[in-house]
C-alpha cells in the first residue's frame, strides 16, 4: 500500500471515530481515486464537511460534542506508519454499517453574493426619502420581525419570510431555497463547477434582468435561470434604511457527491487487544469481519474496538504476523496474541529492474482477493494419503503483462503431494488482470499462499 | 469596517494531512520562505532563493486554507506546524494566525531560533511546542555547516529555558556527515541535558553522494 493510501485509511479510521463519538450515521462510500491519495480527494473532504455540518447541528441543538483527541490513541506513536498492516487486496473502506442506499448528492453552494456597485445605488439614498420611509411603515407593520436592528441600516437583499397555514412568517434563505427547489435535468450526474450570475432586486423587492455570467452546462444554467425567474420577491436592499433598487452577484457552485447512505447495525460491540508473543500490543493491527469490509485498527495500547453482528468471525493481521481468525464474543474481551510469520503473505516482490516505489496497481484475479479464495477452495483436491496433513503452502507465480499466470515457484512447501496439487491449481487459474507500472501493463511476481484444511475446506488466504 | 495591520508572508509550501512527521496528531506544515542559515545540505533550498515565485498569503487565507482539517486536528491533538525556511522570523505573522485559529489547535514551529530574541519573546504565549534544529553545540561546526554563529541559538534555547518551557521543545541533533561525529553529538547533549532539556530526537541526515565532501 503506498504511503497516500495508507494515510487515506487513517484519516477515514478518525472519520468514523468522531461520527460514533457523536452519534451521527456516517455517510462513507469506497475511496475510487487512483494514486496517491493522502486523504484529499473531493469524496474524503465532502464526508469531513458531513462530519462538520453535523457536529454543527447538535451543537445548535445545545448537544455536547464529543471531539478533542478522540483519536489522539491511534497516533500516539512515531512508528504507526511502518507498522501500518499492508494488505494485497484492493483498498477497503472502513464500514462498520449497512449499505441502505446510494445516491448521488448535489449541492449548489452560494460561494460568492456581492452588489455591483453603481450610481444608482448612490443617487436615491436623498430623492424619495419621505416616499420610501412611508414604505417602510408599512413594511414594519407586515413584517416587523424581518425589519433590520436599529443600528443596521444597511443591508443586502434577502428573501422576504413567508406565511405559513398557521400564519406565521418563516424566514427563507437563499441557499436552501435554491437547494430545494432547482430541479437537476439529466445528464449532469458528474458535473462541478461554478455558476455566476446577476440580477437586479428592485425597490419593490421584484427579481429582474437575471443574466447568466459563467455558466456550467447548457441545461443546468436554463434550469438555474427558471428558478431564478419563479422565485418569490425579496426584501430590498436597504442603505440608511431605505430601500434601493440593487445589482447583485452571485457565484453558485455546484458540489456533486457520490455517496452511499449507511446505517449502522448495532449488534455486538467487541472489545479486546492484539499483542504480540512477548506480550508487547500491536498498534495498527486491522481488526476485520470476515467477509466483510468492516473494520477497524488497534490503538496505542493495542485495544480495538468493533460492531459486529453475532456469530460473526473476526480476522486479524498484522505485517510481519500470521493472520488470526477469532470468534466474535462480547462479554469478556479478546486477548488476540499473534505469532511471528517469517512469510510474508501475498508479498509481491517486483521484477529486479523496478523499484519497489513505483507499482501502481496489483495484478488482480478476477473477483479480486475474495475471488482468488473462492476460485482455490474449489479446485483443491486432498490428494490420496495425506488428509491428515494441514498447513499453508506458499507458490510465487509472475503475472504477465496480458494477465497471465506464468513460472509458479514453490516458495514454502508442505508435502511433496500437497505441493504438487498446489502448483497444479495455481498452474490453471485463470487470466488476472495484470499488475500496471505507470499506467502501463508489466510483468509481476505475486505470492499466493494455498491453505490446506481438515473436512472439506481448503482455501488460500 | 474596521482596518488592522494585515500580515503576509511569503509561502514555499502547505502539506496538508501529516501524521506525527512533525509534531503531535494530524498536521500541516506550512513552509516560509527566507532562512538567515545556509545549511550545506538544506532540504528546501527553494526557501532562500527566488522569493517572488512563492505565494504570498495572508493569515486569514492561510485559516480559510488550513481550516478544513480542523476536526482532523481536534479528534488527534494536531494542528499547525510552521517550518520553512525560517519561521520565527514570521513572529508577527504567527502570533496573527493563533489569534485566529483559537486555542484548541496545537502549534508547533520547526525552528532553528537563529532568529533575534523579540520574535522567540512574541511566539511564547503563541506556540505549544517547539522543535529546534540544533545542529551542533559546538560553534565551529555549527559555523563551517551553517555559515553562521550560534551565540543566538544558545541565547533563545536560554530564554525558553527560564520561561520554563524547556519541556515543550525537541531538540534535533543530527550526525551530518562530513562535519560532525558521535562524540561531538554526545557532548553536545550532555551540554543541553545540563541546560535543562530532556526530549532529544537524533537522527543522520541523508546526503546525495555528490555533495559529501
Known amino acids: 500500500m503506498s504511503r497516500g493510501k495508507s494515510t487515506c485509511r487513517i484519516l477515514k479510521e478518525i472519520r468514523r471515530q468522531i461520527a460514533e463519538a457523536n452519534d451521527i450515521e456516517f455517510i462513507t462510500s469506497e475511496c475510487r481515486y487512483q494514486g496517491d491519495c493522502p486523504g484529499t480527494c473531493p469524496k474524503c473532504e465532502a464526508e469531513v464537511r458531513y462530519l462538520e455540518e453535523h457536529l454543527e447541528r447538535r451543537r445548535t441543538a445545545g448537544k455536547a460534542i464529543a471531539l478533542a483527541g478522540i483519536s489522539a490513541g491511534m497516533l500516539a506513536t512515531s512508528s504507526l506508519q511502518a507498522q501500518e498492516p499492508e494488505k494485497n487486496s484492493a483498498d477497503k473502506t472502513i464500514t462498520p454499517q449497512e449499505v441502505i442506499a446510494a445516491s448521488v448528492k448535489r449541492y449548489l453552494k452560494i460561494t460568492d453574493f456581492h452588489y455591483i456597485e453603481d450610481s444608482a445605488f448612490i443617487s436615491r439614498k436623498d430623492s424619495t426619502i419621505q ?16 425589519e433590520p436592528a436599529e443600528g443596521l441600516m444597511d443591508e443586502y437583499p434577502r428573501m422576504r419570510p413567508v406565511q405559513d397555514s398557521r400564519g406565521y412568517f418563516r424566514a427563507i434563505f437563499i441557499e436552501p431555497y435554491i437547494n430545494e427547489n432547482i430541479r437537476y435535468p439529466e445528464g449532469v450526474d458528474d458535473l462541478e463547477g461554478d455558476i455566476e450570475i446577476q440580477f437586479t ?7 429582474q434582468n437575471i443574466q447568466l455570467k459563467k455558466g456550467l452546462h447548457p441545461l443546468l444554467d436554463k434550469e438555474v435561470l427558471r428558478m431564478m425567474k419563479e422565485m418569490p420577491d425579496w426584501f430590498p436592499a436597504l442603505v440608511n434604511g431605505i430601500k434601493i433598487e440593487s445589482t447583485v452577484s452571485m457565484t453558485l457552485r455546484l458540489e456533486t457527491e457520490r455517496a452511499t447512505i449507511v446505517a449502522e447495525r448495532k449488534d455486538l460491540l467487541v472489545k479486546g487487544t492484539v499483542s504480540d508473543e512477548s506480550g508487547n500490543p500491536l498498534i495498527g493491527a486491522s481488526i476485520t469481519e470476515k467477509g466483510t469490509e468492516n473494520e477497524t485498527l488497534s490503538d496505542s495500547s493495542g485495544a480495538f474496538k468493533l460492531k459486529v453482528p453475532k456469530n460473526a468471525t473476526l480476522t486479524v493481521c498484522f505485517v510481519g504476523m500470521e493472520t488470526q481468525e477469532v470468534q466474535a464474543r462480547k462479554d469478556t474481551p479478546l486477548d488476540i496474541v499473534l505469532r511471528q510469520d517469517r ?20 495484478p488482480e484475479f478476477p473477483g479480486g482477493i475474495h475471488g482468488l479464495t473462492e476460485h482455490l477452495a474449489t479446485r483443491i483436491r486432498y490428494p490420496e494419503g495425506v488428509q491428515e496433513m494441514e498447513g499453508r503452502v506458499i507458490v510465487q507465480v509472475t503475472i504477465d503483462e496480458d494477465g497471465y499466470v506464468k513460472a509458479p515457484l514453490m516458495v514454502k512447501g508442505l508435502h511433496p503431494l500437497l505441493d504438487k496439487e498446489a502448483l497444479r491449481v495455481v498452474s490453471g487459474l485463470p487470466r488476472w488482470k495484470p499488475g500496471l507500472i505507470r499506467g502501463k501493463p508489466a510483468r509481476m511476481k505475486y505470492t499466493i499462499p494455498v491453505f490446506f484444511k481438515k473436512k472439506e475446506t481448503a482455501y488460500g488466504n | 469596517m474596521c482596518l488592522t495591520k494585515v500580515f503576509t508572508a511569503p509561502l514555499i509550501g502547505i502539506s496538508r494531512h501529516r501524521l506525527l512527521t512533525d509534531g503531535e496528531g494530524i498536521s500541516t506544515l506550512v513552509a516560509f520562505h527566507g532562512c538567515p542559515l545556509r545549511c550545506k545540505y538544506c532540504f528546501n533550498p527553494q526557501s532562500w532563493e527566488h522569493e517572488e515565485r512563492c505565494e504570498r498569503l495572508d493569515c486569514a487565507t492561510l485559516y480559510e486554507r488550513t481550516r478544513m482539517d480542523e476536526l482532523y486536528f481536534l479528534a488527534t491533538g494536531g494542528g499547525i506546524t510552521f517550518g520553512g525556511g525560517e519561521p520565527c522570523l514570521r513572529s508577527g505573522f504567527i502570533t496573527e494566525f493563533c489569534r485566529l485559529c483559537g486555542n484548541d489547535w496545537q502549534i508547533t514551529v520547526e525552528t532553528s531560533l537563529n532568529v533575534p530574541q523579540p520574535h522567540i519573546e512574541k511566539l511564547l504565549p503563541a506556540v505549544n511546542r517547539f522543535i529546534i534544529d540544533i545542529k551542533d553545540m559546538n560553534p565551529d561546526i555549527y559555523r563551517r555547516y551553517t555559515g553562521q554563529g550560534n551565540e543566538q541559538v544558545l541565547t533563545n534555547l536560554r530564554l525558553l529555558q527560564r520561561q520554563g518551557r524547556a519541556a515543550d521543545c525537541t531538540l534535533r541533533l543530527p550526525l551530518i556527515p562530513g562535519f560532525n561525529t558521535e562524540k561531538d553529538r554526545n557532548r553536545s547533549v550532555e551540554q543541553l541535558k545540563a541546560e535543562g532539556f530532556a526530549c532529544f530526537d537524533l537522527f543522520t541526515y541523508i546526503t546525495p553522494k555528490n555533495q559529501q565532501p
Open chain 1, 343 to 362: 512469510q510474508l503473505m501475498g508479498e509481491v516482490p517486483v521484477e529486479e529492474s523496478c523499484l519497489p516505489g513505483v507499482i501502481e496497481t496489483m
Open chain 1, 201 to 207: 432586486v428592485t425597490q419593490q423587492g421584484k427579481i
Open chain 1, 131 to 146: 416616499v420610501l420611509e412611508e414604505e417602510r411603515k408599512r413594511e414594519v407593520e407586515k413584517y416587523g420581525e424581518w
